[in-house]
């Protein structure tokens, strides 16, 4: 008796199409990072210095007063951040204003809070930096990810033009 058996592909999981994808990503941004051209390292230079004034002005306690000028140095007079809630270049630096520097806009993205209900940022006190996890360009465009507790990941993607940032989603 001739036992065949026909195997029938079964359906992957969704976390196991997630991480899929994200492995063929990274796997080609890895194979991709050597390439990147002058023009994108210096993208990929732009936010990375963005990020590191907000950590630095942050750890110095002087967020609030100093985020107008971070904001004129690394974005464009018509920046737009999208989200659930549109802002401006000068609506961006205010969400840095309140409680004291604590960095609001840091904390997650556009709309998000605490798990208690609390306006975002709203939690006062010493907080991790934000470490990156992945930074990379894809002409005028750069993808930024960060975490502070290792839990929670932020993603930033931006546009740049004229070594500016212009868009942030």
């Known amino acids: 008796m001739n036992d065949r058996r026909v195997l029938q592909p079964t359906k992957p999981s969704l976390n196991a199409a997630i991480l899929s994808m994200l492995l063929i990503v990274g796997l080609g941004t890895a194979a991709n990072a050597a390439e990147y051209t002058a023009h994108e390292k210096a993208n990929i230079a ?44 000068a609506a961006w630096a205010a969400l840095f204003k309140g409680n004291d520097g604590v960095a609001q806009a840091n904390a997650g993205p556009p709309g998000a809070g605490p798990p208690n209900g609390s306006a975002r940022g709203a939690d006062a006190g010493p907080r991790q930096p934000s470490r990156e996890l992945a930074v990379m360009a894809d002409g005028d465009r750069v993808g930024h990810t960060a975490t502070r507790d290792g839990s929670n990941i932020t993603y930033h993607l931006f546009r740049i033009r004229d070594g500016m940032i212009v868009e942030e989603w």
């Open 46 to 89: 732009l936010i990375r210095g963005l990020f590191d004034a907000l950590n630095a002005a942050e750890a110095r306690g002087d967020q609030a007063k100093v985020i107008d000028s971070i904001a004129e140095k690394y974005m464009a007079k018509d920046f737009k951040q999208y989200g659930r809630t549109p802002r401006d270049r």
